[in-house]
């Protein structure tokens, strides 16, 4: 199911740049003997880990409780790991999920990704793999950014409510179309990459060589854009997209 490699206590400073002070880790894992690795490994490497044996308390404690970054393994009894992460991302939770599963073709890393994680590993894994994605992720929750609110014309995207607005009417998004909108308006008239898009709003370090980024694209102009004067979001051919105002 894993690799076992020593794990040697860790000597991160927050100077180091690759570990966040503090992290706080949640592993959902019904296998006792793998939880139990996981637990000792993180802690060593110095993670506060929780532990949760089934979906059913994972979704518990990951809603109740503040976490840097959830381990949720896909097949879980009581409540499997794909429905615990969509009814997080339907609550409006929107703590990064690293997956992990016996499941690792293209499809099943996809349909991980399309159900609301961030990043999907399959078994077996290495730990020492396992805790750098942990680290990515626990570094993008944790990143300083001093703007609250973005604004591109007459859109708005607030990101303390996580309300969406243009020309002061609301626009509901799902989870993973605000964090596309978020990333695009952060990086507001500058072209955004596949790989950039891939990278840092589905935490994919490769091209799963579908067309995910596209239909979310294509769902979220049509939310911003439709019954609207001006369009906002530009499809750069062969570079990737922009969201601007042309005055």
């Not at 890393?109 to 020492?128: M, N, Q, W």
């Amino acid at each position: 199911m894993f690799s076992k490699e020593p794990v040697e206590p860790a000597c991160h400073t927050e100077a180091d740049g690759d570990m966040v002070p503090g992290m706080r880790v949640l592993v959902i894992e019904d296998d006792l003997e793998a939880a139990a690795y996981l637990t000792k490994a993180f802690r060593e490497a110095g993670i506060a880990c929780e532990h949760a044996g089934d979906g059913e308390s994972g979704l518990f404690m990951a809603s109740e409780n503040e976490y840097d970054v959830l381990v949720v393994d896909r097949m879980l009894p009581r409540r499997d790991g794909l429905s615990v992460i969509s009814a997080l991302r339907a609550r409006s939770i929107n703590t990064p999920v690293l997956i992990l599963s016996a499941l690792g073709q293209v499809d099943d890393r996809v349909t991980g990704l399309r159900a609301g994680g961030d990043d999907y590993l399959p078994k077996p894994y290495a730990f020492s793999e396992l805790l750098a994605r942990v680290e990515v992720l626990g570094r993008r929750k944790g990143a300083p950014d001093q703007d609250v609110l973005y604004k591109v014309g007459d859109l708005e995207l607030d990101r303390l409510s996580h309300e969406v607005r243009r020309a002061g009417r609301e626009i509901t998004l799902q989870p993973r179309e605000y964090r596309l909108l978020e990333y695009l308006m952060k990086n507001a008239g500058q072209v955004v990459t596949r790989t950039m898009l891939l990278e840092n709003v589905w935490d994919y370090h490769f091209d799963p060589q579908t067309n995910v980024i596209d239909v979310h694209v294509s769902r979220l102009r049509s939310k911003i854009e439709k019954d609207f004067d001006k369009p906002l979001l530009k499809t750069i051919r062969g570079s990737g997209y922009m969201i601007k105002h042309d005055a």
